[in-house]
């Protein structure tokens, strides 16, 4: 019989999910053709526009448009259809696939500074460029798909500046933006490459703030946080109409227009579902949703109860397994709940003492990864499953400071984020997760939580429970018994697998399950 337990064993450690190390170079960027494309610093090449297929070898300078260790600095790259398109050297606009022939200039105009928001319809690319700065000098330019094809829209004599491009119609090539006039102020306009024309002053001639922040298309309307000095910024929506351009709710309701409900923006739609964040004048800052009436925009859960903005908020809104996931702080710590859009389908999902979620979540087959802090490893690398089993993946930078798990993407099939290993800037590179689909430390009524799971020495047990624990080695042999600890030491034991068996103390329950010792 011992035979056939080590071999399962055996198995089990083959499958476990493994964090390996890719590259000392932070791949952060915009995926294309099973790419990701980045800006890199280097050495060698100064910052310039790279390129990454996932390994070591893959990850390379991809142009050096700038020759030699001058900078280009490509930025804002944005991906429409299967190109990216970016600035460089600060009045060019340039275009990659992620290879070297599709890799070229479109724009180098002396009249265009500072690209930015691109966004594309059926046959024009928009975007606004001008001198930085707050509400001032930004035009509105077209082009199509081949270099040197740019056209300015808003003419110089009418509009002092054009922000927030949205794409409305994309057959008609129809966007609605922000456009600040010498007779309007700013107001919502649209336009089609050729004829561009006012939607709706939303506070006539008096606004020094755009209208539109934040937005989503949903079918033919446009939801988003506008800003008017009669409410502050509020839920609108638009079909780029003047008669149609409503506010759906004043949610925060107050004579100062400072005081506006905070909506982000972060607009998310699940199933019949428009999800978002905002506050009223009851409550802080918590998950709402919509379906386009007054009467159907509603807080769902006071999550963090009062109004208060300790935590700032819900954040990393993401689909899972057809619901609503975010991180929320309530009056205790920071961790990821769960909706599907009643009060009483608000839960928290991850409920483990001392811990915060502190990073962004990412869905990943059938997987969230996340980065959580515990005080006894820092931020390191958790996920949950579809069952919302949570697992401690990997101390990747052992002690309590952590690696600060974050900025997830997916390439060929495999999750990657990046993380240090010295708890310093110089220390990040980037990580593969190489098998998403078993675990080794599951959080379940069949088993004890225990982390970090594989360990180089010390395992903690935050049970609430009075726990007798042995722990076995492959052969049956007893190599650790420890009684009613919350952290054991087994430094003194050699790397390998090994059996933890935990008792119950008042109920006498056993649970046994693996440990991997590093």
């Known amino acids: 019989m011992k035979k056939i337990t080590i071999f399962l064993l055996l198995m089990g450690w083959n499958s476990f999910a493994q964090v390996e190390f890719i590259t000392d170079v932070i791949v952060h960027g915009v995926k294309v053709n099973n790419k990701m494309v980045f800006m890199n610093n280097s050495p060698e090449y100064g910052k310039e526009l790279w390129v990454s297929d996932g390994t070591a070898a893959g990850t390379k300078v991809l142009k050096d448009i700038n020759a030699g260790s001058a900078d280009s600095t490509p930025y804002n790259l944005t991906l429409l259809d299967d190109v990216v398109y970016f600035q460089a050297n600060s009045h060019q606009i340039w275009r990659t696939d992620g290879t070297i022939n599709g890799t070229y200039k479109m724009v180098d105009n002396n009249l265009i500074t500072n690209p930015f928001n691109y966004v594309k319809t059926k046959d024009f690319i928009f975007f606004y460029a001008g001198a930085s700065g707050f509400n001032c000098c930004k035009k509105l330019w077209r082009m199509n ?49 050729g004829v561009s024309l006012m939607v709706k002053d939303l506070t006539p001639k008096k606004s020094d703030a755009q209208p539109i922040q934040g937005a989503k298309l949903l079918g033919s309307e446009i939801y988003f946080s506008g800003f008017t000095t009669e409410f502050g910024s509020e839920l609108w929506k638009t079909d780029g109409t003047l008669d149609n351009t409503k506010m759906i709710k004043d949610i925060y309701v107050d004579e100062n227009y400072f005081n506006g409900s905070g909506l982000r923006g972060d607009f998310i ?41 300790s935590g700032g908020g819900p954040g990393n809104l993401t689909e899972f397994n057809g619901l609503l996931y975010f991180t929320q702080s309530d009056s205790n710590n920071s961790q ?37 802090e515990t005080p006894e490893t820092g931020t390191e690398l958790w996920k949950l499953d579809n069952n919302d089993n949570a697992t401690f993946i990997r101390d ?34 980037t990580y593969k997760i190489t098998d998403q689909s078993l675990t080794t430390n599951k959080i379940n009524e069949n088993a004890v939580f225990i982390y970090p799971n594989p360990t180089t020495g010390m395992l903690n047990i935050p049970s609430e429970n009075k726990l007798d624990i042995n722990i076995y080695d492959l052969l049956g042999k007893n190599v650790g018994h420890f009684k009613n600890q919350k952290t054991i030491d087994i430094s003194n034991l050699k790397s390998g697998i090994y059996l933890l068996k935990s008792t119950e103390l008042q109920t006498d329950k056993t649970f046994t399950q693996k440990i991997i010792k590093q």
């Open 336 to 372: 990821i709940w769960k909706t599907n859009g009643t009060e009483t389908g608000t839960v928290k999902v991850i409920n483990i003492p001392n811990t915060n979620v502190v990073y962004d979540i990412f869905f990943h087959k059938a997987n969230l990864y996340f980065g959580m």
């Open 269 to 309: 739609k699940i199933g019949a579902n428009l999800y978002f964040t905002a506050r009223d004048n009851s409550n802080g800052i918590e998950v709402w949703k919509t379906d386009g009436s007054e009467s159907g925009t509603q807080m769902i859960k006071d999550v963090n109860p009062g109004n208060n903005h």
């Open 145 to 193: 798909l081949n270099p040197n094809s740019e056209n300015l829209v808003t003419p110089e004599n009418n509009f002092v500046s054009a922000e927030g491009l949205i794409v409305f119609d994309y057959d008609e090539n129809v966007i609605l933006f922000n456009a600040k006039t010498i007779a309007n102020e700013w107001a919502i306009w649209r336009t089609n490459g």
């Open 396 to 429: 990747i930078f052992p002690g309590t400071e952590g690696s600060f798990p974050g900025s997830f993407f997916e390439l060929n099939g495999d999750a990657y984020f990046t993380a240090t290993n010295n708890g310093l800037y110089s220390g990040y590179g």
